[in-house]
C-alpha cells in the first residue's frame, strides 16, 4: 500500500491496484505446515496481525492521493478453510463500515469485535470514492465462487493452478457461472465483473514471440521446480503446464483473437496483463511487450 501512494503521487491518469495485499491473519490453533522453512516459521510465530482500522486508512490516504484512482486488491489464502474465508470477509466488512459510517457504531462478530467511537470527533480518513474503492478478491477455489457473486465482490480468475481448478477449463467457465449466478439471485446492482489474469508476452513477429516465449517457459519450469523443492503448494501464479494452453503470447493481431475467446470463455471485460510472469522475463522484453498492447492491442477494444 506504501508502493501505491508512492505511484498514486507520481501519476495522473493510470488505475493503480494492490495485487494481491494480504492482510497477516491467524486463526486461533493454526498450525504452519511441517514443511516450513525457518524464516516462514519465524514469521508465523512472532505474527504481529494487520488491523483493519490501520488497513482501511491507509486504503482511503492511496485513493485520496490518486483522487479516485485506487483499486484495492486483497486475498487470504482461504483456499479449503472455511474459517478462514469468513475471517477475511470479517475483515472487509469491518473496514466497509468505517469508510461508510460517519461516527463508527461499532462491529461484533466471530473474529472482530470493536465498540463505537465514543467521541463525535473519532474518525478515519475517508475514501475519495464512494461508497469506498472499487475491490477486487482472487478467486482459485471453486467454494468461493458463489459466497463472492453473493457478496458482490468483484472477481479475478486466472492465478489459481490447484488441481481441481485449472485455468482454462470448462470447470473453471462453470465456476464463473455460478459466480453472476450468485451475483443476480443476490439482487446487486450492475452486472457481475471477472477479471481474467493471464501472462502476456508480445512482439512484432510470430517467429519472435515463439522465441521468446520458449525461452520463458524454460525459466518459468525452473521456478516452479524451486517453489516445489521448499514445499510451497503456492507458486502465487500460473503453473507452466497451464501457460502452455492458455496464454497471451504472440503478435498483436494473436493476441487481439486471444482476448476475443477470453471474453466469451469468462464473460470477462476486463484483462490483467501478467507481463513478468515468474518474474522471468527481462526488461527489454517486458516494455516491449507494454509497448505493443498500447499501441495495438488496446486501440481495439475502445
Not at 79 to 92: C, P, Q, T
Not at 274 to 288: A, G, L, Y
Amino acid at each position: 500500500l506504501m508502493l501505491a501512494a508512492v505511484i498514486a503521487a507520481r501519476t495522473k491518469n493510470i488505475r493503480i491496484g494492490s495485487s494481491i495485499h494480504r492482510p497477516l491473519m491467524k486463526l486461533a490453533g493454526e498450525e504452519l505446515s511441517e514443511r516450513a522453512l525457518p524464516h516462514e516459521r519465524y514469521a508465523f510465530d512472532n505474527l504481529m496481525l494487520d488491523d483493519p482500522f490501520q488497513t482501511a486508512e491507509q486504503v482511503s490516504i492511496v485513493d485520496q492521493v490518486s483522487q479516485g484512482r485506487f483499486i484495492y486488491g486483497a486475498g487470504a489464502r482461504s483456499r479449503g478453510s472455511e474459517d478462514r474465508r469468513d475471517y477475511f470477509f470479517e475483515f472487509l466488512e469491518v473496514m466497509k463500515q468505517l469508510w461508510t459510517e460517519d461516527h463508527f457504531s461499532g462491529f461484533e462478530g466471530k473474529y472482530y469485535n470493536y465498540p463505537a467511537f465514543y467521541e463525535n470527533y473519532l474518525s478515519i480518513p475517508k475514501p475519495y470514492q464512494k461508497p469506498y474503492p472499487e475491490m477486487l478478491l482472487p478467486v482459485d477455489s471453486q467454494e468461493s465462487f458463489i459466497p463472492m457473486g453473493t457478496m458482490g465482490y468483484k472477481i479475478a480468475v486466472g492465478a489459481g493452478s490447484s488441481t481441481h481448478n485449472i485455468r482454462g477449463t470448462a470447470i473453471l467457465r462453470e465456476d464463473v457461472k455460478s459466480y453472476r449466478k450468485a451475483w443476480k439471485d443476490a439482487g446487486h446492482a450492475g452486472e457481475p465483473t471477472t477479471v481474467v489474469r493471464i501472462p502476456t508476452l508480445l512482439a512484432d513477429t510470430s517467429e519472435e514471440a515463439e522465441r521468446l516465449s520458449d525461452e520463458l517457459m524454460v525459466l518459468a519450469r525452473r521456478y516452479f521446480s524451486g517453489r516445489q523443492g521448499i514445499g510451497s503448494t503456492d507458486a502465487g501464479s500460473a503453473s507452466p503446464e497451464t501457460t502452455a494452453e492458455v496464454n497471451l503470447f504472440g503478435t498483436a493481431e494473436e493476441v487481439v483473437d486471444k482476448i476475443e475467446d477470453l471474453r466469451e470463455m469468462y464473460s470477462t471485460d476486463e484483462i490483467m496483463f501478467e507481463v513478468n510472469w515468474t518474474s522471468s522475463v527481462p526488461r527489454d522484453v517486458v516494455m516491449n511487450t507494454l509497448r505493443i498492447l498500447s499501441d495495438k492491442v488496446i486501440p481495439k477494444f475502445k
